[in-house]
């Protein structure tokens, strides 16, 4: 029998009996990877439980503190640390649990003894012996004294232990049905953490620098910070029924504050929104501020059959990116494709100026004279009609009072806005400006062409302002002998005035619509 000095006096003292038994498994299912053998063996025969693999046998060698090269270039290991072997050990002496390893190479037990030339430092010594099976394939782990919940226990950090319901495998891990209140997390098939609100478990099976870099000797209480990103990317390659499913029924949840913290992403959420709006094609998507303020749309979006699912507004600006550039069939539906698919179905109908009463009829005359403030109508613009409706949505009309059609080259203006010049011409120069620019509201390209009609208006009416004024001056001076104002002085007051106040009414033209 020889000595194995494992230079061990007291370590990991927070170990449990269970921990141990948790690395000698890890050990076992590594080694049946790296050798593709059969599945480990644990079973217990009179008091002892044994933990079997069927690979190479385990020798003295492996009783050194080395990181295996083998393992740490191979991620879907367990063990990397080259330690976990010796705590373990450790721990069962310490907790009176005796050990015998038995292998091809040897029988190995523990024991304590002085240090080799220190009689004074007692350490935790593997004691080897020949072994009775030099045919003998794989490693026995034999523990006398280990509790059967010890056992228990340790099995449960175990994925393969577990009895999982896999919902879905992708390149980064897999998704697991939870089998109680709580989630596991698991890194290659070892549980580190548990989440109180997540909606799956998770077993990441791809690790990343910032796993690998959290991952401690004891693989537990791994934070959520090290894992969050690859569960991102396990769900965001998620296609299945199952997944998606369980998904979208709690997106439809949010409304009622009952998410999972899964749902409190927001790239989550919107790749859930694209699977639920290919799946359900009366899904329309709606924020809670919308349910508030505007309730007659909502109801309008109901009536038509459509399911609406409340989500936050940081979801609705993302579905918003999404659908740029997408066909109308590939958008998510939300409340505004929603009205955007109301409207190819409805066609407005233009109005006979015939039609019109007096008042109505003398605003729309007023065209042209508005036109030829920015130079004439835009050459892209073929037609201008007056229309009772713009849009079939009541909502939506409501809040619309113009529209350029591309597609047909005109520009639609409310009967209602014939009200008043103002009314008329703001719509008017406003449909011109997004007729010219190509662009929608709230954009560059149009705020551009707003700026230029605005200096265009603004600089024939200032001409035109400073030309009646000397006119008058010319006039009044010819025939009152000097009793009334002077050219100067007119222009001074009278033409500063004037400027200011045609200032004021661009500055109301421009603010509607």
């Known amino acids: 029998m020889k000595g194995f000095d494992l230079n061990i006096e007291k370590i990991l003292e927070d170990w449990e009996v269970y921990h141990a038994v948790r690395e000698i498994i890890a050990n076992a299912l590594d080694e049946q990877v790296l050798t593709r053998t ?43 640390f080259g330690v976990g072997l010796k705590d373990a050990l450790a721990t069962f002496y310490r907790h009176g649990v005796v050990v015998s390893i038995l292998s091809k190479y040897g029988k190995i037990t523990l024991k304590q003894t002085a240090k080799s030339g220190f009689d004074d430092i007692i350490t935790l010594h593997a004691q080897i012996e020949d072994t009775p099976d030099k045919n ?3 490693t026995d782990f034999c523990l006398t004294g280990c509790a059967d919940e010890e056992i228990t226990k340790a099995k449960r950090l175990f994925l393969n232990f577990s009895n999982p319901e896999v919902l879905e495998t992708t390149i980064y891990g897999q998704v697991i049905k ?4 709580f989630a596991d997390i698991y890194i290659n098939g070892v549980k580190v953490a548990e989440e109180e609100n997540f909606l799956f478990s998770y077993n990441i099976t791809a690790l990343n620098a910032q796993i690998r870099r959290a991952l401690n000797r004891e693989r537990t209480n791994v934070g959520r910070t090290a894992y969050t990103s690859r569960v991102k990317e ?11 499913s369980a998904i979208t029924d709690d997106l439809k949840l949010f409304g009622a504050g009952k998410k999972h913290d899964e749902l409190t992403w927001n790239d989550i959420m919107l790749h859930a929104s694209v699977q639920l709006n290919k799946n359900n094609e009366k899904a329309t998507f709606v924020t809670q501020d919308q349910l508030e303020e505007t309730p007659s749309l909502i109801d309008e979006i109901k009536s038509k059959g459509f399911e609406t699912v409340v989500v936050p507004t940081s979801l609705m600006e993302k579905m918003a990116d999404y659908n740029e550039g997408a ?14 698919e109301e409207s190819k179905s409805f066609v407005p109908k233009s109005i006979n100026v015939d039609s019109l009463d007096s008042h109505e009829l003398f605003v729309y005359n007023k065209k042209n004279a508005i036109l030829k403030l920015i130079g004439g109508q835009p050459y892209i613009v073929k037609k201008i009609e007056i229309v009772e409706k713009l849009y079939e949505s009541a909502f939506f009309d409501s809040t619309v009072c113009g529209l350029w059609v591309p597609d047909d ?5 409310k009967r209602t806005q014939l009200q008043s010049i103002k009314s008329f011409a703001d719509t008017l120069l406003h449909e011109c400006a997004h007729a010219v620019s190509g662009a929608d509201d709230v954009s560059r390209s149009f705020e551009i062409q707003l700026s230029d009609y605005l200096g265009i208006v603004a600089e024939k009416a200032i001409k035109e302002i400073e030309k009646n004024a000397i006119i008058q001056s010319d006039e009044t001076n010819s025939t009152n002998n000097g009793n009334v104002k002077t050219s100067n002085s007119y222009k001074k007051s009278d033409t500063e005035s004037a400027k200011k106040s045609f200032f004021d009414r661009i500055k109301d033209v421009f603010s509607g619509n």
């Open 409 to 413: 080259q005109r520009i639609l203006i």
């Open 136 to 138: 003998m394939i794989g």
């Open 178 to 181: 939870k089998s109680h209140s």
């Open 327 to 340: 066909s109308l069939g590939q958008k998510i539906r939300t409340s505004y494709v929603y009205n955007e």
């Open 38 to 80: 059969k599945e480990i063996s644990i079973y217990k025969t009179n008091d002892c439980w044994h933990i079997v693999d069927y690979g190479r046998g385990l020798n003295y060698h492996h009783l050194t503190q080395n990181e295996s090269e083998e393992k740490i270039h191979n991620d879907k290991l367990i063990g990397r």
């Open 234 to 244: 396990i769900l965001l390659k998620c296609t299945s029924n199952e997944v998606i």
